[in-house]
């Protein structure tokens, strides 16, 4: 059987790097802060070949910022989904024919990072 590789669906601010305002977020000069693990576990996902989806509430008229702003701190990604809001997020998926769950989620600590985190 095909094996075919993960996709991790990842949001932002406050997974990836720390939370903010998101008035404060959205300024040009605002430089985002990586959290503890959030570069390490892009590349081990990376060298595994997932695919990465990163997703946040910010605007859709930010994404030049937003962009600017992961480059800027070495976060890289395969797709970015904008305009999510900060409401709860759900995930539905079918199940594998043999009944196999196909779909996960994990919900850490606001700020804390993904060091402890495997996939």
């Given at each position: 059987m095909e094996t075919r590789p993960a996709t991790i669906i990842c949001d932002i601010d406050g997974t990836l790097t720390w939370h903010v305002d998101p008035h404060h977020a959205s300024l040009p000069s605002y430089q985002m802060e990586t959290l503890v693990g959030t570069i390490e576990k892009l590349l081990e996902w990376?060298?595994?070949?997932y695919?990465?989806?990163?997703?946040?509430?910010?605007?859709?008229?930010?994404?030049d910022v937003t962009i600017k702003q992961l480059?800027?701190?070495?976060?890289?990604y395969d797709q970015l989904i904008m305009g999510v809001g900060g409401g709860p997020r759900y995930l539905i998926n079918d199940c594998k024919p043999n009944?196999?769950?196909s779909a996960y989620a994990i919900n850490i600590e606001r700020n804390k990072g993904l060091l402890d985190i495997d996939i």
């Open positions: 990376e060298k595994k070949g695919r990465i989806i990163l997703l946040t509430g910010r605007k859709e008229s930010l994404r480059s800027d701190v070495g976060i890289f009944g196999e769950d």
